[in-house]
């Protein structure tokens, strides 16, 4: 499998996305407009509570080609970000203080850009809390992995990974085949050095997102239900589950064309919009950067390439935290994802 | 009367039987939404349950509904396959458990 990029395919273009996205359905009619569902709600335009998380995107390469990645990441994606770019933010960081307090290093694979852990090693010593999105396999991709578990405890990183089931069929049809033995084996070893351990301080996270054209349940229940099977199972021990729900973009909007689902599922998104989640969206208080310095509401906005309203600075080098603070965010239809039921935002539900 | 019995669109109306009796709509669907709270059962378990009742109803709608809710709330393919087993075991047995009073009657009247 290889990116819709490589594939010269129209949705690796964000604005047919969009165009997919704003189309009316096939009966003529119009989806509600994720504008006037906030509005009604008393909350457009909507704005920041304050930036507290900065997530940073360094890089589309990724050892997976899971089939819904928003990213459309892959091994033939070669956008990383440089080390001028990191520094970038490392300055940013200084320049707003303890206000941003955590940092979110997501991508691709994130450990894949050579100045990773040189990054990770420049953010632990400014005294933030620092999470990576590790898709789990990359630390058995390369024996040069192997001592990642090892890394993240000594610089106390919080280790945030995507298990989308704890069976391994549904695992591997969304992120590929022999995933979900690679992914028990990598928990095994985050585990060993202590991760999700009791007491240990070093948190280890799952986030689950459905397989399929489906919202995910209630995260308390599927948290249970998880950690009773991998504990059973595989003698793997975690702290928290995410429940994410998919967003339609990119791949995952590609499945949905695809597979005959897209207008039902965006049609169960916006039944379950829930002013209560829509209060607490993840953009209100987190600004993303691309693998090139451009800044973002959210790493969605990211890869639909819609950068921060024009009122707030465009790239990390011209950070400039009270502009961004006041902007409005950014929206369209793809926004009903982290709204619906429980809500959803890099860190599970959020009602 | 449209050519066929059941429409999928329907399922999402399911709600609007309350615009002929709304009271005991009302007091059904807020009974149903309890009855799907987690309790002593997990919500996946009472997810499987619907699931195996809705084969065994052979309802169209419920065995949409329950196939998707059984998904969100985490039930793999085997345990929802296992869970259709139990309904066809319950069916087949209840054919067949009544084969006892067949030979009962067949004895009443044999010689």
Request: aromatic fraction near 8%; charge should be negative.
């Amino acid at each position: 499998m290889t990116s819709l990029k490589r594939q010269e395919h129209r949705l690796a273009n964000s604005l047919i996305q969009l165009e997919v996205l704003e189309a009316p359905r096939q009966n003529g009619e119009q989806f509600a407009l994720f504008q006037d569902k906030l509005e009604a709600a008393g909350l457009y335009p909507l704005r920041p509570t304050g930036v507290e998380i900065l997530q940073i995107n360094v890089g589309k390469m990724c050892n997976q080609t899971c089939k819904h990645c928003h990213v459309d990441a892959g091994p033939d994606r070669k956008e990383i970000m440089a080390r001028e770019t990191m520094q970038h933010c490392l300055d940013a960081l200084d320049a707003a203080g303890k206000q941003i307090h955590t940092v979110d290093l997501t991508g691709g694979a994130p450990e894949m850009n050579p100045h990773f852990r040189w990054f990770v090693e420049e953010l632990s010593l400014r005294g933030k809390k620092v999470m990576v999105r590790c898709n789990l396999t990359i630390i058995l991709a390369n024996p040069k992995y192997h001592d990642l578990p090892e890394f993240f405890r000594q610089h106390g990183v919080e280790v945030v990974s995507s298990l989308p089931h704890f069976s391994a069929r549904r695992t591997d049809a969304q992120r590929g085949e022999g995933v979900f033995e690679k992914s028990i084996k990598a928990l095994q070893m985050l585990n060993a050095v202590g991760y999700g351990k009791h007491g240990s301080g070093l948190d280890l996270h799952l986030v689950y997102n459905p397989a399929g054209a489906f919202l995910p349940g209630s995260q308390a229940s599927l948290e249970k239900e998880f950690k009773q099977k991998l504990l059973k199972d595989f003698g793997v021990e975690f702290n928290n589950l995410y429940v994410i729900t998919n967003l339609p973009i990119s791949r995952f909007l590609d499945y949905l064309l695809q597979s005959g689902n897209y207008e039902s599922y965006m049609e169960k998104l916006v039944n379950a919009f829930n002013p209560v989640a829509a209060a607490g969206v993840m953009c209100r208080n987190t600004l993303s950067v691309g693998w090139d310095g451009a800044l973002y509401d959210c790493d969605f906005n990211q890869m639909l390439d819609m950068k921060l309203e024009k009122t707030a600075p465009e790239h990390i080098s011209d950070f400039q935290l009270n502009s961004i603070d006041q902007r409005a965010i950014r929206l369209n239809q793809h926004c009903y994802g982290c709204t619906a039921g429980a809500g959803s935002s890099c860190g599970g539900a959020t009602t | 009367m449209e050519k066929t019995y059941y429409k999928p669109e329907d399922l999402g109306k399911f709600g609007n039987i309350a615009d002929w009796q709304p009271e005991l709509a009302k007091k059904f669907f807020d009974y149903y939404g309890e009855v799907f709270k987690e309790g002593e059962l997990s919500e996946r378990e009472k997810a499987l349950i619907a699931l195996a009742v809705s084969h065994a109803l052979q309802c169209p709608y419920c065995i949409d509904a329950y196939s998707t809710g059984s998904l969100e709330k985490g039930a793999t393919e085997g345990q929802m396959m296992e869970a259709l087993h139990v309904a066809a075991a319950i069916r087949g047995g209840a054919s067949l458990v009544h084969g006892v009073q067949m030979m009962n009657k067949v004895k009443e009247v044999s010689m």
